[in-house]
Nanobody
C-alpha cells in the first residue's frame, strides 16, 4: 500500500520560513518523480515544484521560484520543500505527489501524478 505523509505545516508570519516533509512508503521511491502542489480555499489545486527521480532536475512555478527549494533524500524515501520569504498568498494546503516516470520527467499537471498525500496546512499571517 502506497502512502505519502506530509508534515511540517503550520502558522508563520510573512517573511518567515517553513520546511515541509513528505515521507513515503510502499513504492520504489527512486523510480518516482515527486511534486508539491497547493490548494487555497476556493481555488484550484496549483503546481508548486517537482523534482526528478535522482534529484538532479527540478522545476518551479513562477510564483515560488527563488523562494522555495525542493529536494529529496532517496535513502529516506522523503521529499522536502523548503519555503522562505513566505507571503500571505502562500497560504494553502500543501500536497505531495508521486509519479513513476523517466529520469527527466518533471510534469506540472496534477493529473500526471499517481499518488497523493493527505496534505498539510500552511498559513502565513501578514
Amino acid at each position: 500500500q502506497v502512502q505519502l505523509v506530509e508534515s511540517g505545516g503550520g502558522l508563520v508570519q510573512a517573511g518567515g520560513s517553513l520546511r515541509l516533509s513528505c515521507a513515503t512508503s510502499g513504492l520504489t521511491f527512486s523510480s518516482f518523480a515527486m511534486g508539491w502542489f497547493r490548494q487555497a480555499p476556493g481555488k484550484e489545486r496549483e503546481f508548486v515544484a517537482t523534482i526528478g527521480r535522482n534529484g538532479d532536475n527540478t522545476r518551479y512555478s513562477d510564483s515560488v521560484k527563488g523562494r522555495f527549494i525542493i529536494s529529496r533524500t532517496n535513502a529516506k524515501n522523503t521529499v522536502y520543500l523548503q519555503m522562505s520569504s513566505l507571503k500571505p498568498e502562500d497560504t494553502a494546503v500543501y500536497y505531495c505527489a508521486a509519479r513513476q516516470g523517466a529520469i527527466n520527467d518533471l510534469p506540472a499537471m496534477s493529473w500526471a501524478y499517481e499518488y497523493w498525500g493527505q496534505g498539510t496546512q500552511v498559513t502565513v499571517s501578514s
